[in-house]
């Protein structure tokens, strides 16, 4: 549980250091805190190698996600680019730093991916909101359809990062059943 908690607040300080660094122009000190906080979160992984092919998957198709959003218009945000158009250094750590969670923090989604996805859709458009609240980027106009994009992304977004983890056998916990003696806190005889 410990090693869960860890993880959690790891990926927090990536999301605030890459946020907060944008807001204020600070992208690299942002970058370098972030990257930091995930090369830790990978350091206390039991399995390095699958983690590290997951944060490189999740951090390719969130450059890709979000690439896609700016070209609709969806948002635009300040900060180091690939090239013109693409998505914001920063915004693919943000993923990478995502992606340290799924074998971790996060794996409880797992077992249960259609509350991931519903998680996502609803937890995504409200970490851009909160980012633009901070003033790390701007949402675009109209804002209903800015937000729907952003929903619609990371609710497909989560679905095939989860389904990647379990390819990759992240492992998850099992559903427990109501009628097995373990779940009713009994004993099996």
Sequence with gaps: ?????VNFALFQLVWFACVLGAAHGRFALGLGVALAAILAALALSDAKRRDVALVLAVAGGGFLIDTAELALGVYTAPGARAFDGA????IVVLWAGFATTLGSSFSWSLARPWLAIALGA?????????????????LGEPRGRALAILSLAWALALAASVALAR?????????RRASSPAARGGTAT
Excluded: D, H, I, Q
């Design 1 to 5: 549980m410990l090693s869960k908690l």
């Design 87 to 90: 998505a914001t250094w920063w």
């Design 122 to 138: 609803v937890a995504g458009p409200l970490a851009y909101v909160s980012g633009e609240k901070l003033g790390a980027l701007t």
């Design 167 to 175: 390819r990759l056998n992240v492992r998850f916990p099992p559903a």
